[in-house]
Nanobody
Framework: QVLLVESGGGLVQTGGSLRLSCEAS????????MGWYRQAPGKQRESVAT???????NYASSVIGRFTISRENAKGTVNLQMNSLKPEDTAVYYC?????????????WGQGTQVTVSS
């Protein structure tokens, strides 16, 4: 059983910064990729940033240059540094971990943390 626990959400003004952290219950070495997704009210969940086990990162175009994802294997954490926040970044942010077993992917999700950016 994989448990992902997010922290670091909150309320911030436009232009401010927040740092989200996701701690996995066990070693994260077995995850081929980890990442952050978000879901705003009335919208579908979307990928924000992902990082592979080898450190390759991928970002949504809307956050490039503002958000940075990092992975600390020794601590079992994945972090998302969010700078220059905008009201459109307001959403519930979810941590995700993906593992492959015999070529079949399994996704694990955290409970979500609310990020609210006021204008």
């Amino acid at each position: 059983q994989v448990l992902l626990v997010e922290s670091g959400g909150g309320l911030v003004q436009t232009g401010g910064s927040l740092r989200l952290s996701c701690e996995a219950s066990g070693s994260i070495f077995s995850f081929s990729a980890m990442g952050w997704y978000r879901q705003a009210p009335g919208k579908q969940r979307e990928s924000v940033a992902t990082i592979s086990s080898s450190g390759v990162t991928n970002y949504a175009s809307s956050v490039i240059g503002r958000f940075t994802i990092s992975r600390e294997n020794a601590k079992g954490t994945v972090n998302l540094q969010m700078n220059s926040l905008k009201p459109e970044d307001t959403a519930v942010y979810y941590c995700n971990a993906r593992r492959y077993r015999v070529g079949v992917p399994s996704d694990y999700w955290g409970q979500g943390t609310q990020v609210t950016v006021s204008s």
